[in-house]
C-alpha cells in the first residue's frame, strides 16, 4: 500500500513539472510571414520539446531541444529538420542545431538590436554549430 501512494506521489509531481515547450521565433522584420512558417516546421516535429530560431537577411538560424529517449539519434533529427527547413526556405541560409549552448544563444537574441550587432551575434552561432566536441 506504502508503495503504491509512494509511487501515485511522485507521478503527479513528475507529471506537474512538465510543460509543454514553446517554440520561439523571432525575426529582424516586424510581421515577417516567415516567423510563423518556422515555428510550424519546429512545432510539427514530434521528436522536439523545445525550439527557438531566428531570421535576419536571408539567414535562419534555428535550435532544438529533442525528447529524453530521441537523444541517442540526435544526429538524425538534426539532419532531418535542417533538410525540411532548406525546402521551406531554399532563399535562406539555414542552420538547425540540437546543442543546448546554440540554443540558449538563439534564445538571448533580441529583435530590437541594430543589424551590425545581430550580424555578430549571428556569425558567432553559426562558429558555434561547426565547432565539434
Known amino acids: 500500500m506504502k508503495r503504491l501512494l509512494v509511487f501515485l506521489l511522485l507521478s503527479l509531481i513528475l507529471s506537474g513539472c512538465s510543460d509543454g515547450g514553446s517554440f520561439k521565433v523571432k525575426s529582424a522584420k516586424a510581421g515577417d510571414p516567415e516567423k ?3 515555428e510550424d516546421i519546429l512545432k510539427d516535429d514530434k521528436r522536439l520539446v523545445d525550439g527557438v530560431g531566428y531570421i535576419m537577411d536571408g539567414e535562419l538560424v534555428a535550435a ?4 529524453i529517449f530521441s537523444k541517442f539519434k540526435k544526429t ?7 533538410k525540411k527547413l ?3 526556405f531554399p532563399d535562406h541560409d539555414v542552420i538547425f542545431s540540437t546543442d543546448l549552448k546554440i540554443f540558449w544563444e ?6 530590437d538590436q541594430s543589424d551590425k550587432k545581430m550580424k555578430k551575434r549571428l556569425q558567432k552561432i553559426q562558429s ?4 565539434e566536441t
Do not use: C, Y
Open 36 to 38: 510563423q512558417q518556422l
Open 64 to 67: 532544438g531541444k529533442v525528447k
Open 76 to 82: 538524425k533529427i538534426e539532419g532531418d529538420v535542417q
Open 86 to 88: 532548406k525546402e521551406a
Open 106 to 111: 538563439i534564445e538571448e537574441l533580441k529583435e
Open 128 to 131: 558555434l554549430s561547426k565547432e
